[in-house]
């Protein structure tokens, strides 16, 4: 079993709908969860990080993270095409971003 | 600023050659990880840094691969010799004091 899971997609969402990522993670000593962004060819890059149960909101970004059923979500309202990448989430069992394990990624297209 | 620099940005290399990649962590930055992704593993940590020391290196895959960090502004991932599963893309991303890890562009390595 994987440490860090995602549906692995593709998922399809028209432009301007709501776009859902969902991550399980097996360790109950995880502290910290982020959101990471790829784009096809290139580099990830960090889109939310989230340490405390509930919700955390950036724009049009939503994490959430419920410990007690290990599980951590990211969504984004009003989709647009150029969020079309693969989403990849990150555990740390650390109280901060060292020592990721990430999972296999989502990968989501908008349709426009 | 500059950014994580990776070196060379694609590599062709036959089998039982020796490879060398290069990163120069963004400056001040105190950790530094080195990653590997290919379709069927994902993204997965190699070893990580903090100050110059490796702290971490249970991500290396055997023997052949090692990795050094001489000063705080230059680190070298090696493989030697190369076998054809070796060919993914090499990340390597700095963070300060643990915090959100930026990584480089990558190493797009392809082992004949």
């Known amino acids: 079993q994987k440490e860090v899971e995602q549906n692995s997609g593709p998922l399809s969402v028209p432009e301007g709908a709501i776009a859902s990522l969902n991550c399980t993670y097996s360790d109950r000593g995880s502290q910290s969860f982020f959101w990471y962004r790829q784009y096809s060819g290139k580099s990830p890059e960090l889109i939310m990080s989230?340490?405390?149960?509930g919700d955390k909101e950036d724009g049009r970004f939503t994490a959430q993270l419920n410990k007690a059923s290990q599980y951590v979500s990211l969504l984004i309202r009003d989709s647009q095409p150029s969020d079309s990448a693969t989403y990849l989430c990150?555990?740390?069992?650390?109280?901060?971003?060292?020592?990721?394990?990430f999972g296999s990624g989502t990968q989501l297209t908008v349709l426009p | 600023d500059a950014g994580v620099i990776q070196s060379p940005r694609h590599e062709v290399t036959e089998m039982g050659q020796e490879v060398t990649l290069r990163c120069k962590p963004i400056s001040g930055h105190d950790y530094l990880f080195w990653y590997r992704q290919t379709m069927m593993r994902g993204l997965e940590l190699l070893i990580y840094?903090?100050?110059?020391?490796?702290?971490?290196d249970s991500g290396m895959p055997e023997d052949r691969f090692s990795a050094k960090m001489p000063n705080a502004s230059f680190s070298t991932l090696k493989i030697q010799p190369s076998e054809p599963r070796d060919s993914a893309v090499y990340f390597c991303?700095?963070?300060?004091?643990?915090?959100?890890?930026?990584f480089g562009p990558g190493t797009r390595l392809t082992v004949l």
């Open positions: 989230i340490y405390s149960n």
């Open positions: 840094f903090n100050n110059n020391v490796p702290i971490d």
């Open positions: 991303a700095s963070s300060s004091q643990g915090n959100t890890q930026y």
């Open positions: 990150a555990v740390s069992l650390s109280g901060s971003a060292r020592q990721l394990t």
